[in-house]
């Protein structure tokens, strides 16, 4: 059971030939079975899993209509808000907090009719390339329980590839849904910014922050997509336009004539052989079905990596400063004595890991008088040029590709304490969310150790189904079907 | 690279109300001026005529039509509060006692 697409599990439960029940009982043997290793969960929502479940299987015995996900299990990163199940951002400030309402993506997968199964363990806030930071203890790669599964979504990468459930919701803010999908196999997406409501969404960086859909196929992750998208007014980031037809799109398809840009800079150097090497293979095999491969200049990426680590912690800074211990979270040192600002230091003291005030010591720094206008100013010119490359790319091409990371998996404990060596794990992905337009991972091969090659593919903003038919068709090429 | 001294980590810890330990005092002063010296470079980017990029999407007030809709009762905004006092979040002293 646990081995079907969420496509044919809908398709299964709608026909009948299996219940909600089975399909959610399936996958939640198979969480008990693998998770003791591979810590992909933070939290297992048994009962109110199998209530779902027998909701779908009522409403189908009753004739009512069933919703595109019914029954289909679905895990969601712990960084959005699931009203009566606990929050807590992978963070010891947040342990405990219970939301009192839904993100608007719950709510969609709800109304959906899908099954929400459980939590994923991530990188504290969802800051890091490797589920390392989570307050909580790593997630470990099923291809290898050894070696990280990037992040820092890597828990909703992982219940993906282990089979744990059939989709998954995750984030992504410089490539956190993209470079674990790569890491763990399988296809991630993260949509043009604003086209998926961002409320309820515990914010790192608002500008960049987008959720996003992790799969085993590029269908699969279409279903989910058109789930999730659309204009929410609880958001107003939130894009009033029409969902991109990715459902049509990851049907068909069809890439004869359709141009995919190469972009130099982010082609050769820094990468792993192996990774290069399936970059090159799946360019071919995209050109031998009538793909046009261009090459593509954006010369000012080289700078993307320094700009989106001024950017993103500036924001992160004023974002997390609303951990104040004052209304919900971790409260430490309130013994009548200590003044309120001594109780909130305290008390970030004690709630946020390392990273997390790496990151806000950071942006503290950039936004501070005398040097905001070097740092933070400037990186939001960079942001602008960055954006004039990608219209001028987009004007060549319809598509971009890239490889989705430098590496594959590394081992556990590698990069943790060298912070520079894990940002460039972001190299290809960052250029992206600068810019606001979607992009996808999907797996196109192994390397010698057996572990996962992916590609990116890029598309211009709300031109969303490019991806889905440039993925459908690299998948259908590649014929990829390893699993862990 | 920029030097950035333990002082200044301790004053941009006051400022983000992180009650840091001597030691992650040091640690950051040493990370932190290694990162700045990498992010540096966006310095070296040719952009005073460029408009800065605040968000991916220009947007200006976005409005929704004055409508009363049902809020979280004070029970459910206090339910996850670390103390309560008379239905209010009780907080710790904000004044000196002088």
């Known amino acids: 059971m646990h081995d079907k697409t969420a496509l044919d599990l809908a ?7 299996f219940s909600a029940r089975e399909v959610t009982t399936a996958f939640l043997d198979r969480i008990a079975a693998t998770d003791g290793e591979l810590n992909a969960f933070l939290l297992v929502d048994t009962a109110g899993a199998l209530a779902a479940a027998d909701s779908v299987d009522a409403d189908r015995a009753e004739g009512r209509p069933l919703g595109p996900l019914a029954g289909v299990p679905v895990a ?8 009566g199940l606990a929050t807590t951002c992978g963070s010891r400030i947040l342990e405990g907090w219970v939301p009192p309402y839904d993100a608007t993506v719950t709510r969609n997968l709800r109304e959906a009719g899908a099954v929400i199964i459980g939590k994923t363990n991530m990188d504290e806030f969802a800051m890091g390339s490797s589920t390392e930071n989570s307050a909580f203890g790593p997630t470990r790669n099923p291809w290898d329980t050894g070696l990280i599964p990037g992040g820092s979504s890597g828990g ?7 089979r744990q459930a059939p989709l998954s919701l995750g984030s992504d803010t410089g490539g956190s849904i993209r470079q674990p999908a790569a890491m ?7 949509p043009t910014y604003g086209g998926v409501s961002r409320y309820g969404l515990v914010a790192m960086a608002s500008s960049l922050d987008q959720v996003g859909p992790f799969a085993t196929t590029v269908a699969d992750a279409a279903l989910l997509h058109s789930v999730i998208a659309g204009h929410d007014p609880h958001d107003s980031t939130s894009l009033d336009a029409p969902v991109p037809p990715v459902l049509q799109a990851a049907q068909n398809a069809d890439i004869r004539g359709m141009r995919i840009g190469v972009v130099k800079q982010l082609a050769g150097e820094g990468f792993q052989a192996e990774v290069r090497a399936h970059f090159d293979r799946s360019l071919e095999l995209l050109a031998g079905a009538g793909a046009e491969i261009v090459e593509v200049d954006c010369p000012h990426f080289e700078h993307a990596l320094a700009a989106y680590y001024l950017i993103m912690p500036s924001e992160c800074s004023s974002n997390l400063a609303k951990f104040d211990a004052m209304r919900y979270g971790l409260r430490v040192g309130d013994d009548g004595n200590n003044s309120v600002e001594q109780v909130m230091g305290l008390t970030r003291e004690a709630g946020f890991g ?18 905001y206008d070097a740092f933070y100013g400037q990186a939001q010119k960079v942001r602008t040029l960055i954006a004039r490359d990608f219209a001028e790319a987009f004007a060549e091409a319809d598509v971009l590709a890239t490889p989705t990371a430098p590496t594959t998996a590394f081992p556990i404990g590698e990069k943790v304490d060298d912070p520079l060596s894990m ?5 290809a992905t960052i250029p992206a969310n600068l810019a606001g337009v979607p992009g996808m991972s999907l797996p196109v091969g192994l390397d010698e150790k057996g572990l996962p090659v992916g590609l990116q593919f890029m598309a211009p903003a709300l031109a969303d189904d490019r991806l889905y038919t440039a993925g459908a068709a690299l998948e259908a090429l590649t014929g990829w079907e390893a699993r862990p | 690279m920029p030097e950035i001294s333990r002082d200044e980590v301790a004053h941009l810890a006051r400022l983000a109300r992180l009650d840091l330990t001597e030691d992650e005092l040091e640690h950051y002063a040493e990370q932190l001026g290694v990162i700045l010296g990498a992010v540096q470079r966006v310095s070296e980017v040719a952009a005073s005529d460029v408009e800065p990029m605040s968000h991916p999407v220009a947007i200006s007030n976005v409005f929704r039509t004055d409508q009363r809709v049902p809020g979280l009762s004070a ?5 996850a509060a670390p103390a309560v006092e008379q239905d209010r979040f009780r907080v710790p002293r904000i004044l000196d006692e002088e």
Do not use: H, N
């Open chain 1, 11 to 17: 398709a299964g439960i709608a026909a009948g030939d």
């Open chain 1, 76 to 83: 969601i990163k712990d960084v959005l808000a699931t009203e």
């Open chain 1, 156 to 162: 909703s990468a992982v219940a993906v590839a282990a």
């Open chain 1, 184 to 190: 763990c196999g399988v296809v991630g997406v993260k």
């Open chain 1, 354 to 371: 390392p990273e997390v005030k790496r990151r806000i010591m950071l942006g503290t720094y950039a936004l501070s008088s005398g040097y």
């Open chain 1, 423 to 427: 940002y460039l794990q972001d190299i």
């Open chain 2, 75 to 79: 029970e459910q905004a206090l339910a």
